[in-house]
Nanobody, 124 residues
């Protein structure tokens, strides 16, 4: 019953923007740090961005820094990933994952819950 559901993926042209959403059901996100991962066919899964429980701390992979913004609305039980200036190499299935925490950090290991992913394709 505890689920994370990603949405917002789709086909976008290079330079375009998408906003991904990660909505929780069955539990409240305010006790969890959230991370976005992505995986392209034949490639390793990589951490893209994460956000702490309160939103006070964030982290971005170097490849997306300055282009992507992670945010959260705990009242809506949702985390977002705003993706701007998209490049073809951003194409992947994007997953969100929740990490039960008590502090104000975030990371990419030991995630407790995973969504099923949403596909982002950046192509002309």
């Amino acid at each position: 019953q505890l689920q994370l559901v990603e949405s917002g993926g789709g086909l976008v042209q290079p330079g375009g923007s998408l906003r991904l959403s990660c909505a929780a059901s069955g539990f409240t996100l305010n006790g969890y740090a959230i991370a976005w991962f992505r995986q392209a066919p034949g490639k390793e899964r990589e951490g893209v961005s994460c956000i702490s429980r309160t939103g006070g701390n964030t982290n971005y992979a170097g490849s997306v820094k300055g282009r992507f913004t992670i945010s959260r609305d705990n009242a809506q039980n949702t985390v977002y990933l705003q993706m701007n200036s998209l490049k073809p190499e951003d194409s992947a299935v994007y997953y969100c994952a929740a990490d039960r925490r008590y502090g104000d950090g975030c990371g990419y290991g030991g995630m407790d819950y995973w969504g099923k992913g949403t596909l982002v394709t950046v192509s002309s």
